[in-house]
């Protein structure tokens, strides 16, 4: 396995244009989750799947974003309308949820940063 | 909700020890995690502490203390590598939520 992965890893858009974001998570991992990190700052957590159902949403992602795991594996996240306080690294990570197995340690991929002009 | 601090910046010598502190107020607490992230790389997992005490693997230990609401991640023997910044995160009701991070630098 070669661990999450993410496409792209950048991205220079317009503002009101649209842009798509995909993450190929860790094969056998069933939780899929999506954070925002800008400069200086932690990841914010935006949201995050169980299998393909969405069982999350962060007061963050406003109408104009949309996450998407229609078969449980890979995963996208779009934005609408494009405004440049979206500019901001988008990470993906997820983890094996096993009930009553303690830790979930989430496996990051390295990142796509999109920029708007 | 959660809320959790940790300082800004650190700066230490290369051979030297550096202790990384993280206070945290969380509704119910269910481990807290440390994560290393080099600039433009992804953040990586580095420890997880649910019980309170020090826990050692190897240059690293994270300490826990629950009644205090206090963690410490210490590093030693510093090596220019270890340059990057910490993350303390708690998970929730929601996934983990990380603090704003302490970017170290390791100066020779």
């Known amino acids: 396995d070669t661990g999450v992965s993410q496409d792209p890893r950048h991205k220079i858009t317009k503002r009101g244009q649209n842009v798509t974001f995909r993450c190929d998570p860790i094969s056998e991992h069933n939780r899929l989750y999506w954070y925002r990190q800008t400069l200086g700052q932690g990841p914010e957590f935006l949201t995050y799947f169980q299998n393909e159902a969405q069982l999350e949403k962060s007061r963050l992602l406003s109408d104009r974003f949309s996450a998407e795991r229609p078969k449980g594996s890979f995963s996208t996240l779009e934005i609408q309308r494009t405004e440049q306080g979206d500019s901001a690294m988008y990470l993906c990570a997820s983890s094996l949820e096993v009930a009553g197995a303690g830790a979930n340690v989430l496996t990051f991929g390295a990142g796509s940063r999109l920029t708007v002009l | 909700g959660q809320n959790i601090d940790q300082p800004t910046e650190m700066t230490a010598t290369e051979g030297a020890i550096v202790q990384i502190n993280c206070t945290y107020q969380?509704?119910?607490?269910?481990?807290l995690f440390w994560y290393q992230q080099h600039a433009g790389e992804a953040p990586t997992f580095l420890s997880y502490?649910?019980?309170?005490g020090l826990e050692e693997k190897g240059r690293f230990s994270s300490f826990l203390s629950r009644s205090k609401g206090y963690s410490y991640l210490l590093l030693k023997e510093l090596q220019m590598k270890d340059s990057a910044s910490y993350l303390c995160a708690v998970p929730g009701n929601t996934p983990l939520v990380f603090g704003k991070g302490t970017r170290l630098s390791v100066i020779a």
């Open positions: 969380t509704s119910g607490f269910n481990g």
């Open positions: 502490n649910v019980l309170d």
